[in-house]
Each structure stands twice: as structure tokens, then as C-alpha cells.
């Protein structure tokens, strides 16, 4: 099974409207974080959003807020107002907990190819 | 700060060569990654490493692969003998601990040719 689902594999959004990018994911493990990363056509990987488990509020980043709905196990990304350079993929992410505390690798998901029309 | 430098930015290598992508992470971040992506596979986790030390490596894809990291500022993949099929962007990455953002690196495009 997939740990990590984005079921849209294309989206087509208007310039200044809020935009939804769907994630889930799927874990046993209670301590996990998720992320989200844009890579536009230059291919660098850039980090938008983390939410561990275990916080309570749901993360904010400037025009990046991330919907965590825990008991669906839902990430889901929105960005606010849109921009022409919103246009890129973007890809949802996973590490779960490792004894100890320590940091594992992050498990990515398909990616969501974004596009924004003036 | 530099952020994660790899070099080289591309390589085009005859199939059966030795190919080494190099990275070099933040200072002070403990975890280095090696991961490849390709249209077909998605962004693929091959390595990791924490303080030099390599926790995971049950995705490198086989012997031919190999990395190391000799110090806390510099690691490297190898791939001997490389294959048309290993051609893929490979990234680097390093993160200070779990619960703080991984920061890649520009990526080396390699061409098995």
C-alpha cells in the first residue's frame, strides 16, 4: 500500500483564487511528520509546510496553511490568493517516528502538477 | 548560509563508467540523504546518514551503488559500473533532526548514455 496518496495528478486554478492540494497518508506509527515541497521546472526542491502528529493547531506558512485532519489521515495544502509563480509540482512527504527520536528519511508521495492561469 | 551544494550540476557518462555526485550539507545539520527521482519511480529514498554513520541504505538499488560520508561536511554516491538506467536526477539533502524541514540540495542530473 501506498504510505503517501495525491490523487490529483494535474490541476488547472485560476490567478488570486485559494487552491487545495490533496495528501493522505497512510501510518501505524503515532509520531510522524508531514511536509509539503514545491519543485518548480528549475527541479530544486523547496519546503513549504511541516506538521508533526502530536501538534494541535494546524500549521501556517505566509500564504501556506496545511489542513490536518488527523483521523482521516489527511494533509491537505492550501495556498491562499494564488500567484503565477505558484506554478509547479508539488509534493506531499512523510517520515515517521524512529526509537530514540532520531531523524528517518522522508517518503514522498506522486506529486500534483500545478498550474495557474492569469 | 550556502544551503546543501552538490556538484556536479549534470553529467553525461558512457554506460559502463564510474560516475561519484558529491554533496556537501548545512553545517551543523546531523542527517545527510541520497535520493533519486525519475518519472517512472517518484522521488526515492537510496541512503541516509547521521552524525557520518549510515543508518539506512535498503534503497540503494544494488552493489553497483555505493556512498559514503568521510566527514560531517562531505559525502559522496558512487555508482560503478553505471548502467543507461541509472539516469535520474539525484538530490542530497540534510535536516538538523525530525521535526525541522529537509533542505535538498540543487540535484546532479545524470545521463547514462
Known amino acids: 500500500a501506498q504510505k503517501i496518496t495525491q490523487t490529483q495528478p494535474g490541476m488547472f486554478v485560476q490567478e488570486k483564487e485559494a487552491v487545495t492540494l490533496d495528501c493522505t497518508y497512510d501510518?501505524?506509527?503515532?509520531?510522524?511528520?508531514l511536509f509539503w515541497y514545491k519543485q518548480p521546472s528549475s527541479g530544486e526542491m523547496i519546503f513549504l509546510i511541516y506538521?508533526?502528529?502530536?501538534?494541535?493547531q494546524n500549521a501556517t506558512e505566509g500564504r501556506y496553511s496545511l489542513n490536518f485532519q488527523k483521523a482521516r489521515k489527511s494533509a491537505n495544502l492550501v495556498i491562499s490568493a494564488s500567484q503565477l509563480g505558484d506554478s509547479a509540482m508539488y509534493f506531499c512527504?512523510?517520515?515517521?517516528?524512529?526509537?530514540?527520536?532520531?531523524?528517518?528519511?522522508?517518503?514522498f508521495g506522486k506529486g500534483t502538477h500545478l498550474i495557474i492561469q492569469p | 548560509d550556502a544551503g546543501v551544494i552538490q556538484s556536479p550540476r549534470h553529467e553525461v557518462t558512457e554506460m559502463g563508467q564510474e560516475v561519484t555526485l558529491r554533496c556537501k550539507p548545512i553545517?551543523?545539520?546531523?542527517?545527510l540523504f541520497w535520493y533519486r527521482q525519475t518519472m517512472m519511480r517518484g522521488l526515492e529514498l537510496l541512503i541516509y546518514?547521521?552524525?557520518?554513520?549510515?543508518?539506512?541504505d535498503s534503497g540503494m538499488p544494488e552493489d553497483r551503488f555505493s556512498a559514503k560520508m568521510p566527514n560531517a561536511s562531505f559525502s559522496t554516491l558512487k555508482i560503478q559500473p553505471s548502467e543507461p538506467r541509472d539516469s535520474a536526477v539525484y538530490f542530497c539533502?540534510?535536516?538538523?533532526?525530525?521535526?525541522?524541514?529537509?533542505?535538498f540540495g540543487s540535484g546532479t542530473r545524470l545521463t547514462v548514455v
Open positions: 539533502a540534510s535536516t538538523p533532526g525530525r521535526s525541522y524541514g529537509y533542505t
Open positions: 501510518t501505524s506509527d503515532p509520531s510522524y511528520g
Open positions: 506538521q508533526g502528529s502530536y501538534d494541535q
Open positions: 512527504a512523510m517520515r515517521e517516528g524512529l526509537p530514540g527520536g532520531g531523524a528517518d528519511g522522508l517518503t
Open positions: 553545517s551543523g545539520h546531523d542527517y
Open positions: 546518514f547521521n552524525n557520518n554513520v549510515p543508518i539506512d
